[in-house]
């Protein structure tokens, strides 16, 4: 079993910057690939960022050059930087990993932009 946990959202202000942390444990030969998706109140859950063993990386239109994950040294962590945060940021953030072709989700943290 594989257990995925985020951490580091909270209130800020327009403009502001937050950092969110994830982590995979448990039965892990390797990962594949881990990702940030986020769903916001009545809307469907979207891709945010991605991150392959590969090194390469994937983001949304909407996060372009204001957002940016990356991988830990230890290859079970991914971050996500987010700057110029904007109300539209506002959402349940869930970290995903991918491994041994399954895909494994956490329970999520919230991220509020907001004066």
């Known amino acids: 079993q594989v257990l995925v946990v985020e951490s580091g959202g909270g209130l800020v202000q327009p403009g502001g910057s937050l950092r969110l942390s994830c982590a995979a444990s448990?039965?892990?030969?390797?990962?594949?690939?881990m990702g940030w998706y986020r769903q916001a109140p009545g809307k469907q859950r979207e891709l945010v960022a991605t991150?392959?063993?590969?090194?390469?990386?994937n983001y949304a239109d909407s996060v372009k050059g204001r957002f940016t994950i990356s991988r830990g040294d230890a290859k079970n962590r991914v971050y996500l930087q987010m700057n110029s945060l904007k109300p539209d940021d506002t959402a349940v953030y869930y970290c995903?990993?991918?491994?041994?072709?399954?895909?494994?989700w956490g329970q999520g943290t919230q991220v509020t932009v907001s004066s």
């Open positions: 448990g039965s892990i030969f390797s990962i594949d690939a």
């Open positions: 991150f392959t063993t590969a090194g390469s990386t």
């Open positions: 995903n990993a991918l491994v041994h072709l399954r895909l494994y």
